[in-house]
Each structure stands twice: as C-alpha cells, then as structure tokens.
C-alpha cells in the first residue's frame, strides 16, 4: 500500500505570507505527527494527533502555528505570518496506534524568503 | 530535560571494517529507543528498536542504562550502508520522538 504522503514537495513563499501543508497517513492509521527538521538537525516534534483531536502539542513554537485533522485522517498544518526562521522540512509520520513504529513522509521543505 | 546526543557527525570507514554509531541519552525513566536511517534522497525508515532485540542489515544495538547509550553496531560495513542515521528515544506516557542531530555513515571502497 502507499506510505505516507506530502504535498507541496517544496514550497516558497516570502515573510509574512501564510501556508498550509499538507499530510496523507497511511490508510487506518489512528495517530499522526508533525515534526520540523532545520538544517543539521535531527526532527523536532510539533505535533501529535490521536484521531481528530490534538493529544500534544508542546512542540509548535508559538500561535502562529497551527495544525487539524478534521475527519482523523489527512491533516494540515498551518502557518500564519511566515518568518525566514521557519525555513525547515516539515515531515509528517503516523502509526496505526500510538505505540506502534511511526511511518515518515518524504517532507515539505519550506523556504521563506 | 530529555535529550539524545549523537557526538558524531561524520564517520568514515572503509567497507569490511567495523562500524559504531555512538548515541547517548538522558532520561531517569525507562525509555524506549531506536534507530532510524535516511538512505539518500528516500525518506527517514526504521532500522530498529531495542524492544524488539532484533539484527536487522546485520545492525544491532544494545541498550546500556547503567551508561544511558544505545550505540549501533555492524561486524563489517557495506558500501549501501552508506546513509544518515538517527538515534530516537520515546519517553514513558508520551508517543512523541525525540530525536539526536544524527551521524553521516560514509563506507568507502
């Protein structure tokens, strides 16, 4: 079956603009995170859903962050007023429950301007 | 705070030499680690997880407490071995990875 997908592969966009990107789980699976990943870094969590609602979300830097996951399945995360320091791979993982292996997407990688 | 350090940013071996991936942690709890591998331009995937005291690529890795590592292992090093690999840790109540800044593994010819 298919893994888990993004879009936009890449995207650009200048300071102060607003975004949306976009997570596909793989069909069935109950759990979905968000994570960003800056240049030499390893993945830092944002956040984790389980279903439709958000379970944790100590890791989104600040409210211009946000993210949904309407019908516990697809999700999208939102950034509102755009700075150069959000420039970073997003990636999106999910499992089937929250215990189990996490399946990672290819990633987004933002770039603001 | 919880936090995974991989000291390494580069190794380079030569293929058939041995290879360790160092990873250290710091958590007073009982954690649940693992490695993942981002092979070049595919995404990051699973290698292992110590629950699971599985060999997998003919990788391994041992959970040490008294030390807080889990360091990666291989006897002999394989040319597709070649890959950015990242030490993770789960802490308990929470399903939110925390990953180490990761080790470019380069096996040369």
């Known amino acids: 079956g298919a893994g888990v997908s993004q879009t936009p592969s890449n995207k650009v966009t200048e300071k102060g603009k607003y975004v949306e990107l976009r997570c596909d789980p793989i069909?069935?699976?109950?759990?979905l995170y968000w994570y960003r990943q800056s240049l030499g870094q390893g993945p830092e969590f944002l956040i984790y859903f389980q279903g439709t609602g958000a379970a944790d979300d100590s890791g989104l830097p600040n409210d211009r962050f946000f993210a949904v996951r309407p019908e516990g399945s697809v999700s999208t995360l939102k950034i509102q007023r755009t700075e150069r320091g959000d420039s970073a791979v997003y990636l999106c993982?999910?499992?089937?429950?929250?215990?189990?292996?996490?399946?990672f997407g290819p990633g987004t990688r933002l770039t603001v301007l | 705070a919880q936090r995974v350090t991989q000291p390494e940013k580069l190794l380079s071996v030569f293929k058939g030499a041995p290879v360790e991936l160092k990873c250290n942690y710091s958590y007073s709890g009982s954690p649940e680690l693992f490695w993942y591998v981002q092979y070049s331009r595919q995404r990051l995937q699973l290698l292992l997880r110590h629950i699971s005291r599985e060999s997998i690529k003919g990788f391994t890795a041992d959970l040490n407490k008294g030390e807080t590592s889990f360091h990666l292992k291989k006897p002999f090093a394989q040319e597709e071995d070649s890959a950015m690999y990242y030490c993770a840790l789960i802490t308990s109540g929470t399903y939110k990875y925390i990953f180490g800044t990761g080790t470019r593994l380069k096996v040369l010819a």
């Open positions: 069909s069935g699976h109950t759990a």
């Open positions: 993982a999910s499992s089937l429950i929250a215990t189990d292996t996490q399946y």
